[in-house]
Each structure stands twice: as C-alpha cells, then as structure tokens.
C-alpha cells in the first residue's frame, strides 16, 4: 500500500526547500542550511532507542561512544603489523599508533558531520583495514614508511575525485566487483593470519608453546562467538587476545621482561610528527589506486547499510549521502597519510554495533571522534598493543578473515551471475588465487610490475575491472523508445536470466508453460510519486498512474482513494495532496515527435 506519510514528508521537504531558497542570504550558512535541509527526510525504525538525528544522554553517549573505540583499538592490529616489520622501537611504535588515533577520529568527526558537502551525516566511524595492508608492505620494502603514508595521500585523493562522479561510475564498479574485492582481502588477511599463527617467518624457531598460544587465542575467541552471549560476544576478540596474551606470558612467548618497555612511557605525552616526511612512487600507484577503489566500493555499502538501519522507510540507496561519505573518507585517508598513519575505511563492525545496541545517533561519532584524539595523548595506554606475540596477532586476524570472506562471498552471489559475470568473476579468482600459490612466478617481471602481480588484492581487482570494461564494449547504452507500446520488443538475454532464476525457483516455471513473452513501458514520473486526482484543466477527468513497479501493490489503496474522490470530491484516509497531477510541468509536445 501506498505510505501517505512518506509522500507528504517528501513533499513537506520539498516545499521547505523551496521556502529556504527564497529566504537563504549569501554566505557560508547559506549553502550550510541549504544542503542540511535538502537532505531527505528519515522515519525512526521502532528498534532504535536514539536515531540518527536524536540526541542521547551524556552517560549514555560516553558509555556507548567507548563500546565504539575499543571496536576500532582492535583494527589498529593492521598498523602494528606494519609496524613490527618496520623495526621500529617501541617509542615510535606507540607515537605511530598515537598519530594513527588521531587520523581516526578526525576521520569519524567529518563523517558524522549532518551538513555541507562532506560527510554522510551517519555514525560511521573509521577503523584500519586489510584493504591497505598489501599494498603499504609493498610500498614499505620498495620505499619505507614516507613512502607508505606518501601513497595513503594519494589513495584518499583519488576517493576525494571520484567521490562526485559514483553515479555515473556505478556501471563500471558493480557489486559484486566489490564483494570480490572484499573476498580478495579476506584470502590476503587470512594468508597473513596463518603464517603467524604457524610462525612462518618468525625470527626465532617456534614450537609447541608458540602454537599453543596461538591455538587457545583463536579457540576462545571462536568459542565466545559461537555460544557466547551479549558482551561477550561482542568483545570476543578483545577477551580472546587478552587470553592469548596470558598464555604467552604464562609459556614463555612473551618475556615478562617486555612489559618493562611499558615503565618507560609517559602517562601524558604530545604525538611527535616525525615520521621521516612523505615520499611517492610511480610504482605504487596502481596498488594503492585500487585499494582506493576498493574502500570506495566497500564504503557504498557501508554508508547504505547505515541509511537502512535509520529509515525505516528505506527504498533505494540516497547517493548524495554516500558521495559525501565517500569524501570524508578520501578526506580522512589523506589526513592519515598527513600525520603518518596507515589508510582507513569505514567501520562494519561499528555499523552492526549500532544497529546491535539500538543507538545510531551521529552525537556518538562526534563522541567516538573525540576519544580517539584524546587517547592519542596517553601513550601508557596504547604501548600494551605494541608488544602483541605474533601468534596472537595472526590467531586475530585469521578469526577477522572469515568474516570478509563470507561477507565478500554473499555480495558476489546477491546478484544473479549471468555468462558474462561469471567469466569476470571466475577469471579474476583465479588470478587473485595464483598470487597467493604461486608466488614465484613474479620474481622474472620487471620490478615495477612486481607490487600488483604479486598482491591477490590488486591484481585479482584490475583483472576483473578490466574484463567488465571490456566486456561492456558493444553492449547498446543508448535505446530509441517507440511511440507506440505495441512495438516495445523484450530483450531476449534478459528473458533468459528471468527464465533461469524461475527455475530456481521451482521446476513447475518450466519453458513449456511459457505463453508470452513481452515487454511494455514503465509507468514512472519525474519525481518518482503517482498521478492521482483530477487532471488540470479537464473537468471530469481523474488520472491514478505512475506507481512504477509497485502497482499492483499500491492498487487497492489507489483505488479507494480514488473513489472517494470521484464519488465525494475529497479523500477521507489518504492525503492526496503529494500525489496531485499538477505539481508536475505539462509535457512538451514536441519531445513525442518521432525522429
């Protein structure tokens, strides 16, 4: 049935708007407030405690904004493994960590900003990623650290360019190119997590203590995600690592000694931002181009996912809220690479979080915001994470992987996979795979080829970006629609896929039984909203169209209403006013001359 309330909130909207651009003055607050009322109205779900737009308690908002920021310490996992293969003392170590809050928290103040033309307006926090971790290793033996945090500048400039354009790029950038790119990190994240956890690689020879740690770090935190309850299993991984921490301790992993690097740090110090500058290199250009593109795909469903958990009239994605999230997180990755810092993208689990703890208001990720840059100036309290065994490390990190890789899994398939998708997709796979097994075959290219065949990230996405190019190159962008419904003529692939997915569904929707088929215009206005009521200027004459896809659905309401008011001359259960033929322009006759 039709929403009346949602029609009149879209139509209120539209008459405030107008209202503010009579009455807006030149100037800063001008465009502020324009932009800020333009945005589309949201209705509360009946879940959430405080939307979006609400303001909770102060208790309230402090105690909800840690749960958010030890959600986000965890993430921080990805720069200390950057770190520990840097050598850096433990000093620097935590003064990096300290620089790599405050990135994060100007990060999630511009994403919660509610006007302008940065930020979504949600409580979107940032956190670290495995999206970047290949590619900054890369940049890391090829150039050192300037050379990372150079590109992670570059990367977040190129979020920044393509954050207006994603309505127009969304053909080339599908989803289920995103949800491969989601699963490439995945097979990354967890080719990493198992050689720590086996200690490959480790500058010492490991044995039964090493994997004992690593065991009962990835058993209990499997366990408490599976039958735990409440905050335990929200903070699974934190009281897993807190075991494994004991454990390495108790076994001798992890020297009781190390922890006398934590005597020497202040309680309170400034973060020193000196990193050694910035530095830039053509050769990582295409490494960190498509790690951009890939936390710009994963920040579209991020930013989606938090417009659905605080509308519970929700549709469509609203795409100027997402463009606006992308820039503040193209914004927020060139200030990580400002202040020394590792690339960042927005938060899933702080998105499931809210929706968890129904709490969404975006006074948290202000909140969040500030107690990330605070902590930045507490260094005792960060140097803990510096001294993490690697078995720890990878028993978290392999338990975070299984996560992106059925969440990349599930994009993949969410879409129906024609021929030409599953060639994109089965091929990329398989370039993706081999640069995880068969390493070697890298090592005869030329070096500047190395850090994208070498990566399953990197190359796995340009194969597949490349191959959905190519294979768009003769498919019709442009149609002629004919005057006459009678010669609209369906298209036959996409009769085939409808066919195919019918089957699915159940073996009686055989092709013996197919009687017709045809194709036919969709009824669909220029603002999206039905035609119902009288037709201007023609007595008599009462229109009920343009429902789009939803006719059949809307129908009983349209035509109640409908009736009354043919038959009363008003309506008693439905406000029409929204829906009124003459809120539109009339139609130029000219544009239905054939050509």
């Not at 979006?52 to 904004?65: A, E, I, N, R, S």
């Not at 294979?471 to 066919?499: K, N, S």
């Not at 309401?557 to 006013?577: F, H, K, N, W, Y």
Request: proline letters at 7%; glycine letters at 10%.
């Amino acid at each position: 049935m039709i929403d009346p309330l949602a029609s009149v909130r879209s139509a209120r909207s539209v008459a405030k708007l107008l209202d503010k651009l009579t009455d807006l003055r030149a100037g800063v607050g001008g465009w502020r407030q324009l932009l800020a009322v333009a945005r589309p109205a949201r209705k509360k779900p009946g879940e959430l405690i405080h939307g979006v737009d609400d303001t909770p308690p102060p208790l309230t908002t402090l105690f909800v904004g840690m749960q958010h920021v030890s959600l986000i310490r965890i993430e921080l996992i990805y720069p200390l493994l950057v770190i520990q293969l840097a050598a850096l003392s433990p000093e620097s170590a935590v003064n990096m960590l300290s620089l790599a809050m405050i990135a994060l928290g100007i990060a999630a103040i511009l994403q919660s900003l509610p006007s302008g033309p940065v930020g979504s307006g949600f409580l979107c926090p940032a956190c670290h990623t495995g999206i970047f971790l290949e590619p900054s290793i890369a940049a890391l033996k090829l150039g050192g650290l300037p050379l990372v945090f150079g590109m992670t500048i570059v990367a977040g400039f190129v979020q920044s360019v393509l954050a207006p354009s994603l309505r127009r790029l969304r053909p080339l950038l599908p989803p289920e190119i995103g949800g491969l790119v989601v699963f490439f990190v995945g097979t990354s994240v967890a080719a990493i997590g198992c050689r720590y956890i086996m200690g490959v690689g480790a500058l010492v020879p490991v044995g039964r203590d090493y994997w004992l740690v690593g065991g009962l770090t990835l058993a209990v935190t499997v366990a408490l995600n599976v039958w735990g309850k409440g905050p335990l299993r929200v903070y699974c991984i934190m009281i897993g690592m807190a075991v494994g921490y004991g454990a390495a301790l108790a076994t001798g992993v992890l020297p009781m000694d190390a922890y006398g690097v934590l005597s020497q740090l202040s309680l309170f110090a400034l973060p020193r931002f000196d990193f050694g500058g910035w530095a830039f290199s053509p050769t990582m250009l295409v490494p960190f181009t498509v790690a951009a593109l890939a936390i710009t795909l994963k920040g579209i469903g991020d930013v989606t996912a938090c417009q659905r958990i605080n509308d519970t009239s929700w549709v469509r994605a609203e795409m100027g809220s997402i463009s606006r999230g992308t820039l503040a997180t193209g914004l927020g990755n060139m200030v990580a690479g400002l202040v020394g810092s590792l690339g960042i993208t927005p938060s899933t689990a702080n998105i499931g979080l809210q929706a968890a703890t129904g709490i969404s208001s975006r006074v948290i990720g202000f909140t969040v915001g500030g107690l990330l840059i605070a902590l930045a100036f507490f260094p005792s309290l960060t140097g803990s994470l510096i001294l993490m065994p690697r078995p720890v490390m990878g028993a978290a990190l392999l338990f975070s992987a299984c996560f992106v890789l059925i969440s990349g899994l599930q994009t993949i398939t969410s879409r129906m996979l024609d021929g030409r998708r599953t060639i994109v997709i089965g091929l990329a796979i398989a370039a993706g795979i081999a640069a995880e097994i068969i390493p070697s075959y890298a090592t005869n290219i030329p070096t500047a080829l190395e850090p994208i065949v070498s990566s399953s990230v990197v190359l796995g996405t340009m194969a597949a970006l490349l191959l959905n190019g190519l294979f768009r190159i003769g498919q019709r962008q442009r149609v002629t629609l004919p005057l006459d419904p009678a010669a609209v003529t369906p298209d036959q692939d996409a009769i085939a896929r409808l066919q195919s997915m019918s089957e699915r569904l159940s073996p009686l929707f055989t092709p013996e039984k197919i009687i017709a088929r045809q194709a036919c215009f969709r009824p669909v206005t220029q603002d999206g909203l039905p035609l119902i009521g009288r037709v201007p200027q023609s007595e008599g004459l009462y229109v009920a169209t343009g429902h789009n896809v939803w006719g059949i659905l809307n129908a009983p309401a349209s035509g109640e209403a409908m009736a009354q008011l043919i038959a009363e001359g008003t309506t008693r259960d439905v406000d029409l006013a929204p829906f009124d033929p003459d809120r539109l322009q009339p139609l130029d006759p000219s544009l239905l001359q054939a050509r």
